[in-house]
């Protein structure tokens, strides 16, 4: 299986700082990489896909970037609602599988 | 709307069986591979199963492998999971996911708790 090691655990913006996660893949993945938001007792909610792709009603502070085993996750400009949990999971190879997560909170 | 609507959780002690049910609504069912994730309490996401969109191939991780079973009626827009020999490690929120062409989870339920303990 391919593992997803994701850092860092938990970071504390401040209110329009830029934020940044990363995720790395234990094999190449080929831009087959996904990142999902939880808020606090809600399901995860699908963010971006391949890699880069932002889907539908995400707001354009949300980007990701990145190729071959390394992919990271963009906040630019941290808003209140984004306190949140960040997945990243690979689509490239069955089993799909995720990172461990990230915590981020407003400081 | 795309929704995802589970029942069937609950508690249930270590060794016995439970289903749940997902209802879809808001999209073509029977275009879509299905999938079921779960998140234990305070942890990550783990994908435990999914289903082709005719019902014909099924896939599992080894932790759930032969005692879980997914399965779909695409006529009633819903998917099931059946759970056998629980273990206590099968503590999570269970949630019912929907597949894209290229195996991310683009919709997900609102989830549905299932405990194991005597």
């Known amino acids: 299986d391919i593992q997803m090691t994701q850092s860092p655990a938990s970071l504390s913006a401040s209110l329009g700082e830029t934020v940044s996660i990363e995720c790395l893949a234990s094999?190449?993945?080929?831009?087959?990489l996904a990142w999902y938001q939880q808020k606090s007792g809600k399901s995860p909610q699908l963010l971006i896909y391949?890699?880069?792709r932002l889907q539908d009603g995400v707001p354009s502070r949300f980007s990701g970037s990145g190729s071959g085993t390394r992919y990271s996750l963009k906040i630019s400009g941290m808003q209140p609602e984004d306190e949140a949990d960040y997945f990243c999971q690979q689509s490239y190879k069955y089993p799909p599988t995720f990172g461990g997560g990230t915590k981020l909170e407003l400081k | 709307e795309v929704q995802l609507v589970e029942t069937g959780g609950g508690l249930v002690q270590p060794g016995r069986s439970l289903k749940l049910s997902c209802v879809a609504s808001?999209?073509?069912?029977?275009?879509?591979?299905m999938s079921w994730t779960r998140q234990a309490p305070g942890k990550g996401l783990e994908w435990v199963a999914s289903i082709t969109n005719s019902g014909g191939s099924t896939y599992y991780p080894d932790s759930v492998k032969g005692r879980f079973t997914i399965s779909r009626d695409n006529a009633q827009n819903t998917l099931y999971l059946q759970m056998n020999s629980l273990r206590s490690e099968d503590t999570a929120t269970y949630y019912c996911?929907?597949?894209?062409?290229?195996?991310?989870?683009?919709?997900w339920g609102q989830g549905v708790m299932v405990t194991v303990s005597s």
């Open positions: 808001g999209f073509t069912f029977n275009n879509y591979w």
């Open positions: 996911t929907r597949e894209s062409s290229v195996d991310y989870f683009d919709y």
């Open positions: 391949a890699a880069s």
């Open positions: 094999e190449g993945i080929s831009n087959d």
